[in-house]
């Protein structure tokens, strides 16, 4: 059975409109997107990659893929099949403000650990800074973005034991009528 390729069949759409937050028509949409850039049904990290860095040319975004790929449960193949990309994407664009936190809280947290250390808030915030481009305007430094997320990270760590835990980060949140908003935007118009 060498060379044969094994395609991943996902499930049927009712039960991922159940899962989910998207209508019918939608997850036809997303799936025919899906099936183009993944033909066998499964993208693995460097794949993910490719397709990820195409939406952003002007800056490196490949480091910020790595984490967003690490969200995503794949119970250890390390391939994302179409229904976990699909309930990942449901929870970051459609999900509740709560959700979409869990999603958040669940990028930056790096390690696993349940909470977000300083250096791991630092990288992926400078892989966003990388990602979106050293040409932006008004133009930001390392160092002036690297001030910023300290300031941030303060503001976060209610206790100031140099960890942020998801409990810290909600509260910090909802009380910031800005970053409610932006959750907002989250949402897909597909």
Same mark, same amino acid.
Request: aromatic fraction near 12%.
């Given at each position: ?27 036809? #949409?997303?799936?025919?997107? &899906? ?33 967003? &790929?690490?969200t995503f ?10 229904e976990d990309? #699909? ?54 430094? $390392? ?6 997320? $300290? ?5 976060? $760590?209610?206790?100031? $034991?140099?960890?942020?835990? &998801? ?16 959750l907002g935007? #989250?949402?897909?118009? #597909?």
């Open positions: 059975m060498f060379g044969k390729t094994t395609r991943h069949r996902p499930e049927e759409l009712k039960s991922l409109e159940r899962s989910t937050k998207f209508t019918r028509k939608e997850i036809q #949409l997303i799936y025919r997107g &899906f099936k183009q850039e993944c033909p066998n049904g499964v993208v693995d990290e460097q794949s993910f990659k490719e397709i990820f860095v195409q939406f952003f040319p002007q800056g490196d975004a490949s480091q910020y893929a790595h984490y967003v &790929f690490k449960k794949n119970g250890g193949t390390g391939t994302i099949k179409f990309f #699909l309930q990942s994407l449901s929870q970051a664009s459609r999900g509740t403000i709560q959700e979409k936190l869990r999603w958040i809280f669940g990028l930056y947290d790096l390690n696993g650990d349940g909470y977000i250390s300083k250096s791991e808030m630092t990288s992926v915030a400078m892989a966003i800074f990388d990602m979106l481009g050293r040409h932006a305007a008004p133009a930001v430094d $390392d160092q002036t973005a690297s001030k910023h997320i $300290d300031q941030i990270f303060h503001k976060i $760590d209610a206790n100031h $034991d140099g960890l942020i835990t &998801f409990e810290e980060l909600s509260q910090w949140c909802t009380r910031e009528e800005r970053f409610v908003k932006s935007m #989250l949402d897909t118009v #597909l």
